[in-house]
């Protein structure tokens, strides 16, 4: 993964290069617009827009700037927001920067104070990632907030039980999609579907881009879909 220069990063977080694009989760069936997802966006001097994961994970290397960076992408998202409900993605090792026993976080504050907000919990890939999220959903929880488990099934992670069972949302991954053709991957789709409809959890399918895959998640009977074939339904704001 190409290592961002120092210099890149503290102009884009002194200048606030930053923005917010609104996806919108759309109703599988009837095609309105249910809620929106906020997602962030960091961009050059130049304008050219840089790729979030490698901008989040050169941050990791200072977790106390990886906070500061967080709570102000936060505010941005929460100010700017359209009406209606809002996913919200956190990272949970910002989060655990400032997690004090007895004191509130303030990334918790800022967002409970909130209505309509559903806080993503990203799908993890070691042990001590899946309970940094497990202490930070716990949180979220506690505050009745509703959860969701982001990108079920995608590459390199693991699904941590005791998350499942406490979210209120699924959100499948997309590449769901390369692996529908394989009976055991369609089984285990279907069941986790099944699940969430037997618990009273709503679905999300990500990475719709065609018909014939919107199409596929109605055959599922997911609730809600979410991709690029609903474009011209974003919203983007600057700083």
């Known amino acids: 993964m190409p290592k961002l220069s120092p210099i890149l990063l503290l102009d884009v977080i002194q200048q606030q290069r930053f923005g917010v694009e609104y996806q919108p989760l759309i109703h599988t069936h009837n095609l309105e617009t249910i809620a929106h997802e906020a997602l962030a966006r960091f961009y050059r001097a130049d304008e050219q827009l840089l790729r979030t994961d490698h901008f989040f994970n050169a941050l990791h290397e200072s977790p106390l700037t990886l906070f500061q ?76 907030i509703q959860l ?14 005791p998350i499942l069972i406490t979210v209120d949302c699924l959100k499948f991954d997309r590449s769901w999609f390369n692996e529908l053709d394989q009976p055991n991957h369609r089984t285990a789709l279907e069941s986790l579907i099944r699940y969430a409809k037997d618990t009273g959890k709503r679905t999300v399918l990500e990475g719709i881009e065609t018909i014939e895959q919107l199409e596929i998640a109605r055959q599922l009977d997911v609730d809600m879909v979410q991709g690029f074939i609903f474009k011209e339904r974003f919203i983007r704001v600057r700083a």
Do not use: W
């Open 148 to 161: 969701a488990l982001d990108d079920i099934g995608s590459p390199h992670s693991m699904l941590s039980l």
């Open 69 to 144: 960076v967080e709570y102000q992408m936060k505010q941005l998202q929460l100010e700017n927001a359209p009406s209606g409900e809002l996913f919200l993605n956190l990272d949970p090792d910002a989060y655990a920067v400032t997690e004090i026993a007895g004191e509130i976080n303030p990334l918790l504050e800022l967002i409970h104070c909130r209505t309509h907000i559903v806080l993503e919990i990203i799908e993890n890939s070691n042990i001590s990632d899946a309970r940094q999220s497990a202490n930070m959903a716990k949180a979220f929880h506690e505050k009745n």
